[in-house]
């Protein structure tokens, strides 16, 4: 399970496609976000379970992740 922070951000994304991608290729069971996701569209052809509060298309990179 690969787990997401949005480090008090809830409508940032903290992954898109790249990221699911890297779940389905290391076999993870699943992905869990404490924010919204993108790339639903590309979601929906990995086979694990994922868990977030949505789905968004604003990248939140640079507001959440490392300084």
């Known amino acids: 399970m690969l787990v997401l ?10 992954g898109g496609g790249t990221k699911m991608l ?19 569209t590309e979601l929906k052809d990995h086979d694990f379970t994922t868990f977030c509060r949505g789905e968004t298309t604003a990248a939140g990179g640079g507001l959440i992740g490392p300084l």
């Open 22 to 40: 890297r779940v389905g290729v290391q076999g993870l069971a699943g992905l869990l976000a404490d924010g919204r996701l993108r790339d639903f």
């Open 5 to 14: 922070a949005g480090n008090g951000h809830p409508d940032a994304s903290p």
